[in-house]
């Protein structure tokens, strides 16, 4: 695949559909906002939880971080699929606005768009966000982008950050 821009509905298609349902070892979603995204399968909408745990089943890793607390319809989703509490990994961090995911370290988006389904372009033509990211398969794109989530997964930003006391991975790092 080469480097493309993706915009509005071909962030859902293409990001959503077919990366991250085609993941085997690992799938990293950074955003700013997470809320309850549905997705299609088959003839129904799913949440998009449904597919994270479908892919935690099958041994994928799955890594989120975002920005704030995930509202109420994301929080009933993901209580319907008990392998999320052990499996799916998350890390709240307030300065998180990246919005990236990786799948696999062989194709990554970034760009404007939340994990939402406004953001990722699953709602209707005129219920959705106007978005635009690239991407990429090319390993000078994915490269950086994997070396910007995992410094922020490992906690190497916690230190000298300002907002540290509203940071799980802080205090989690630290031990309380």
Same mark, same amino acid.
């Given at each position: =695949?080469?480097? &493309?821009?993706?915009?509005?509905?071909?962030?859902?298609?293409?990001?959503?559909? %077919?990366? /991250?349902?085609?993941?085997? #070892?690992? /799938?990293?979603? #950074?955003?700013?906002?997470?809320?309850? +995204?549905?997705?299609?399968?088959?003839?129904?909408?799913?949440? !998009?939880?449904?597919? +994270?745990?479908? +892919?935690?089943?099958?041994?994928?890793?799955?890594?989120?971080?975002?920005?704030?607390?995930?509202?109420?319809?994301?929080? @009933?989703? !993901?209580?319907?699929?008990? @392998?999320?509490?052990?499996? *799916? %990994? =998350?890390? $709240?961090?307030?300065?998180?606005?990246?919005?990236?995911?990786?799948?696999?370290?062989?194709?990554?988006?970034?760009?404007?768009?939340?994990?939402?389904?406004?953001? =990722?372009?699953?709602?209707?033509?005129?219920?959705?966000?106007?978005?635009?990211?690239?991407?990429?398969?090319?390993? %000078?794109?994915?490269?950086?982008? =994997?070396?910007?989530?995992?410094? *922020?997964?490992?906690? &190497?930003?916690?230190?000298?950050?300002?907002?540290? %006391?509203?940071?799980?991975?802080?205090?989690?790092? $630290?031990?309380?």
């Amino acid at each position: =695949m080469p480097t &493309e821009v993706v915009t509005d509905r071909q962030t859902y298609e293409r990001v959503i559909q %077919e990366a /991250v349902a085609q993941a085997e #070892a690992f /799938v990293w979603i #950074a955003t700013a906002d997470i809320k309850d +995204l549905h997705v299609d399968r088959g003839k129904r909408m799913v949440p !998009f939880l449904n597919v +994270l745990s479908d +892919l935690i089943d099958d041994g994928v890793v799955v890594r989120i971080i975002h920005a704030k607390e995930p509202g109420p319809a994301f929080r @009933n989703d !993901f209580d319907r699929f008990p @392998n999320l509490i052990n499996g *799916l %990994e =998350m890390i $709240l961090c307030p300065r998180a606005h990246f919005k990236t995911v990786i799948v696999d370290g062989k194709t990554a988006y970034t760009g404007s768009a939340n994990l939402t389904g406004a953001g =990722m372009g699953a709602k209707s033509e005129n219920r959705r966000n106007f978005e635009s990211g690239i991407l990429s398969d090319q390993p %000078e794109i994915i490269r950086p982008l =994997m070396e910007q989530f995992d410094a *922020l997964w490992m906690g &190497e930003r916690c230190q000298p950050c300002q907002r540290k %006391e509203h940071c799980v991975t802080y205090h989690e790092l $630290l031990g309380g």
